[in-house]
């Protein structure tokens, strides 16, 4: 079989563990020369390495995300080491879990600059390159909770919204430039911010134990599941798959 991505280059934010790093090693199992942009440097120059290590062609720069200066400066280090960029893979996010009385303006503008900031910023870094490559493929990632609120989550559930709804305009305005945009979004996965998210939720009363977690998506995703579905809407195989919400949740928006 093809490798999906060969001959491609792909950038992840928020690439160095976790569902992004599931990501970067699937990418370059599939033929993608890879570059890492995260604010963990050792994890993600770590893994960079490992890339390379196997065969593959990979490059990490770090960055904090959400200061325009840093992801510019990431973003041309990884044009020059890579070249052009065909994907992006928009990962980068975090959490915040409070009571919603309890929120300050701070949380909110810290939150509302890790999610969506940052989606904005290496966007608008990494699409000119794909025009000149004659087109790309975005993935962004937001989640269930975009259209299914969790209680003390109303920050984080409205910083997914805006993910979404992100995804969709990209699609729109560049569609006949060649350029997709879709939005991936998971469910519960297992991974550090997944684990931390029923940490905290759990120390407030909310149920999502493992039988409520069962219950609603018949098991915890893993990493891997997230980088499949990016896979496939960052590949050709995705080519009528345009502006559209990929949720890998197993059947928990199903309900």
Same mark, same amino acid.
């Given at each position: 079989?093809?490798?999906?991505?060969?001959?491609?280059?792909?950038? #992840?934010?928020?690439?160095?563990?976790?569902?992004? /790093?599931?990501?970067?090693?699937? =990418?370059?199992?599939? +033929?993608?020369?890879?570059?890492?942009?995260?604010?963990? +440097? @050792?994890?993600?120059?770590?893994?960079?390495?490992?890339?390379? /290590?196997?065969?593959?062609?990979?490059?990490?720069?770090?960055? @904090?995300?959400?200061?325009?200066?840093?992801? @510019?400066?990431?973003?041309?280090?990884?044009?020059?080491?890579?070249? @052009?960029?065909?994907? &992006? =893979?928009?990962?980068?996010?975090? #959490?915040?879990? $409070?009571?919603? &009385?309890?929120?300050?303006?701070?949380?909110?503008?810290? &939150?509302?600059?890790?999610?969506?900031?940052?989606? %904005?910023?290496?966007?608008?870094?990494?699409? *000119?390159?794909?025009?000149?490559? +004659?087109?790309?493929?975005?993935?962004?990632?937001?989640?269930?909770?975009?259209?299914?609120?969790? *209680?003390?989550?109303?920050? %984080? !559930? /409205?910083?997914?919204?805006?993910?979404?709804?992100?995804?969709?305009? #990209?699609?729109?305005?560049?569609? !006949?430039?060649? #350029?997709?945009?879709? /939005?991936?979004?998971?469910?519960?996965?297992?991974? *550090?911010?997944?684990?931390?998210?029923?940490?905290?939720?759990?120390?407030?009363?909310?149920?999502?134990?493992?039988?409520?977690? $069962?219950?609603?998506?018949?098991?915890?995703?893993? *990493?891997?599941?997230?980088?499949?579905?990016?896979?496939?809407?960052?590949?050709?195989?995705?080519?009528?798959?345009?502006?559209?919400?990929?949720?890998?949740? +197993?059947?928990?928006?199903?309900?």
């Amino acid at each position: 079989m093809a490798q999906r991505l060969a001959g491609k280059v792909a950038i #992840i934010s928020g690439g160095a563990s976790g569902c992004g /790093a599931a990501a970067a090693r699937l =990418f370059a199992a599939e +033929g993608a020369a890879v570059g890492i942009i995260d604010r963990n +440097g @050792d994890l993600g120059a770590a893994l960079a390495a490992e890339l390379v /290590a196997n065969g593959h062609k990979a490059a990490f720069a770090v960055a @904090d995300v959400s200061r325009k200066a840093q992801v @510019d400066g990431a973003v041309a280090a990884l044009q020059s080491a890579l070249g @052009d960029a065909h994907v &992006l =893979f928009n990962h980068a996010g975090t #959490i915040v879990i $409070k009571p919603f &009385l309890e929120t300050e303006e701070e949380d909110w503008d810290f &939150l509302f600059d890790v999610n969506v900031k940052s989606m %904005y910023l290496v966007t608008r870094a990494v699409l *000119p390159q794909m025009l000149r490559a +004659g087109g790309g493929a975005i993935v962004c990632t937001s989640s269930i909770s975009a259209v299914y609120a969790t *209680p003390n989550e109303v920050l %984080y !559930d /409205a910083t997914k919204g805006a993910c979404h709804m992100f995804a969709r305009a #990209i699609a729109v305005e560049f569609r !006949d430039r060649g #350029i997709r945009c879709n /939005a991936v979004c998971p469910g519960f996965i297992d991974t *550090p911010h997944g684990q931390r998210e029923v940490r905290e939720l759990t120390a407030m009363g909310v149920d999502v134990s493992d039988a409520a977690i $069962k219950a609603a998506q018949g098991r915890f995703g893993q *990493p891997e599941d997230i980088a499949r579905a990016a896979l496939y809407l960052a590949s050709d195989e995705a080519s009528f798959v345009n502006g559209a919400q990929l949720f890998v949740d +197993g059947g928990f928006s199903a309900v």
